[in-house]
């Protein structure tokens, strides 16, 4: 993913019922999404786009574990609302999963999701996931620990 691809990710990442289970608010500025592809899009080692027939639709991640937990990568996945249940984010994640083992020195590959996110659950499933399980006030959202958050 590159800078190029700013006008499509304003397509996903100022949709609030996008960015309602992510980490992260939806974006209220283009100078904050340029700030983002700057200080980490062009510096992740791991961050694609999703394209399909030409359109950048969303965008996909691995990110390896430091020290003790470098064998494995965390995926995350985002997409515009005007593509899901397409199919096109369960194909994005199968072939995320094979290139990273491909591509990094991981054993595992592991992914979070909002307990509410029935949809994403579901796509990490088709994918071969399995729920180990549910993480209660393990991360700061949206500047609130919620009692009960991760699949």
């Known amino acids: 993913m590159t800078i190029n691809d700013i006008d499509a990710f304003?397509?996903?990442?100022?949709?609030?019922?996008?960015?309602?289970?992510?980490?992260?608010?939806?974006?209220?500025?283009?100078?904050?999404?340029?700030?983002?592809?700057?200080?980490?899009?062009?510096?992740?080692p791991w961050?694609?786009?999703?394209v399909v027939n030409d359109e950048v639709i969303g965008s996909i991640t691995l990110e390896t574990g430091t020290g003790d937990y470098r064998c494995k990568a965390e995926l995350g996945y985002v997409s515009a609302r005007k593509c899901w249940g397409q199919?096109?984010?369960?194909?994005?994640?199968?072939?995320?999963?094979?290139?990273?083992?491909?591509?990094?020195?991981?054993?595992r590959i592991e992914a979070k999701t909002h307990l509410a996110n029935l949809a994403s659950q579901r796509v990490l499933e088709k994918n071969g996931f399995v729920r180990e399980a549910l993480l209660k006030k393990a991360i700061l959202r949206k500047g609130n620990i919620p009692m009960t958050n991760e699949f």
């Open 10 to 44: 304003m397509v996903w990442a100022t949709d609030p019922e996008v960015t309602r289970h992510l980490r992260w608010e939806a974006y209220s500025s283009r100078a904050a999404a340029e700030e983002f592809f700057e200080n980490v899009v062009k510096k992740h």
């Open 87 to 107: 199919g096109f984010i369960t194909k994005a994640v199968a072939l995320a999963v094979e290139r990273g083992f491909q591509e990094l020195d991981v054993v």
């Open 47 to 50: 961050f694609q786009a999703i």
